[in-house]
Each structure stands twice: as C-alpha cells, then as structure tokens.
C-alpha cells in the first residue's frame, strides 16, 4: 500500500521559508513521480512543482519558479519542496501526490499530472503580510 505523508506547514511571515517533507513508501519499484499540489479556500487545486524520481526531472508552476525548489533524497524516499520568498498568496494546503508514469506508458521521466494516484493527507502553510 502506497503512503505519503507531508509534514513541515505552518504560520510564517511573508519573505519567510518553509520547508515541506514528503514520506513516500509503498511503491513497487522506484520509478515514481511525485507532484506538489496546493489548494487555497475558494481556488481551484494548482499543480506547483513535481520531481521524477528516475532522473531527477523537474517542473514549477510559473508562480512559484525561482521560489520554490524540489529535490529528493532517494535512499531515505523523501521528496522535499523549499519555499523561499513566501507571500500571502502562497497560502493554502498543499499535498503530496504519487504516481506511476510507465502505468500509463509514459515515459518515466514524466512528472506532471493533474491525476496522480496517490495523495498525502495535506499540511497547511500560512503566510501572514
């Protein structure tokens, strides 16, 4: 059974950083993607950043680009999302998702989706003006 827990939201000030963890266990083999959603109050869900854990592909929301950066550390299977230079808009709770892309016969390097198959319970990040 695949699980993904986030931790590290909270309450900073806006130009403040935060931190956000992901714990990913469960998958079969490590050819996975894992995407950062966010979901503020009244707004639809927005696909922020995901990391192929192939090679290590990338991608980041124009809103975030040169804020936010995503890495992995594949021998602890942990995908990390830090948030530099945050501002009020970037409120909201954001969720670790996981799939598959070869399920789908994609390449492996592929990481966007606006489906993963997997989701994590979702931290909150407040950021105050």
């Known amino acids: 059974e695949v699980q993904l827990v986030e931790s590290g939201g909270g309450l900073v000030q806006a130009g403040g950083s935060l931190r956000l963890s992901c714990a990913a266990s469960g998958f079969t083999f490590d050819d996975y993607a894992i995407v950062w959603f966010r979901q503020a109050p009244g707004k639809e869900r927005e696909g922020v950043s995901c990391i192929s854990r192939s090679d290590g592909s990338t991608y980041y929301a124009d809103s975030v680009k040169g804020r936010f950066t995503i890495s992995s550390d594949n021998a602890k299977n942990m995908v990390y999302l830090q948030m530099n230079s945050l501002k009020p808009e970037d409120t909201a709770v954001y969720y670790c998702?996981?799939?598959?892309?070869?399920?789908?016969?994609?390449?492996?390097?592929?990481?966007?989706?606006?489906?993963?198959?997997?989701w994590g319970q979702g931290t909150q990040v407040t950021v105050s003006s």
């Open positions: 998702a996981g799939w598959v892309p070869r399920l789908y016969g994609l390449a492996t390097t592929t990481c966007r989706t606006t489906s993963p198959d997997y």
